[in-house]
C-alpha cells in the first residue's frame, strides 16, 4: 500500500444533531468540523442581520439539517434570484456566485467547501436596501473558518455608519448586528 500523508486511521464520524444542539446551546454561530485542502465542512446557524452578498471560488454545497434556507443570489446582470431550500434538502452552487443564504438563528445548516488557497480572497458585498445600488465590500483571507473571518467582515461593515449609508440615494442601512447583539444581551439578562 502506497504511503498516505493524509491518512487518518479513525475516519470521524459527525453526529449533525449534536453540533446544531451544541451551536443552539452557546449561542455561537459556526462549528467547523473539519479542515482540508480539497474539503472544508462546518455547520451554520443562521444570522437574523445577513443581507450582504458573498464571492468566492469554491463550489458551495448545502444541506438544510434543521429549517428553511433562502438563499438569494446575483446573476452575472445583477439580477436577485431566491433559491428556497427546506429542511432536509440539499442544494449546489458554482464557484463566484454572489450569494446570500439567508435563515433564521433556529435553523441550521451543514456548508461544504473547500479550504481557500494562499492568498485567496473571499469578498462580501452590501447593496442598499432602498434603491439597489452597491454600497461596501469588504474582503477577507479566510484561512481558518474557526476563527469567523464572517462575523469580522459584518462587524467592519455594521459598525462603520458611511459603509451603510447610500451614495446615490442617502438612505442609510441600519445597524442590524447592533440590534440582534442588543436582543441576545436583553434575552440573557
Ligand atoms: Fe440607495
Known sequence: MATNEAFIPN???????????ELADSGRRVKVLWQHPGSLAF???????RSEFHVNASDEVTYMIKGTMH????TQDGEEHVAVIPQGSS??????????PRFPPDAFALIIERHRTEGEIDRFRWYCPSCKA??????ANVSDYSVDPVGRAYRNFFYNEDHRTCKACGHVMPNA??????????AQA
Request: charged share 25%; aromatic share 8%.
Open 11 to 21: 475516519l470521524p464520524v459527525i453526529d449533525l444533531e449534536s453540533v446544531c444542539q
Open 43 to 49: 455547520v451554520a446557524r443562521g444570522r437574523e442581520y
Open 71 to 74: 438563499l438569494h443570489y446575483r
Open 91 to 100: 442544494n449546489w452552487m458554482p464557484p463566484n456566485t454572489e450569494h446570500s
Open 134 to 139: 452597491f454600497l461596501h465590500e469588504e474582503q
Open 177 to 186: 448586528m447592533a440590534e440582534s447583539e442588543a436582543n441576545r444581551l436583553g
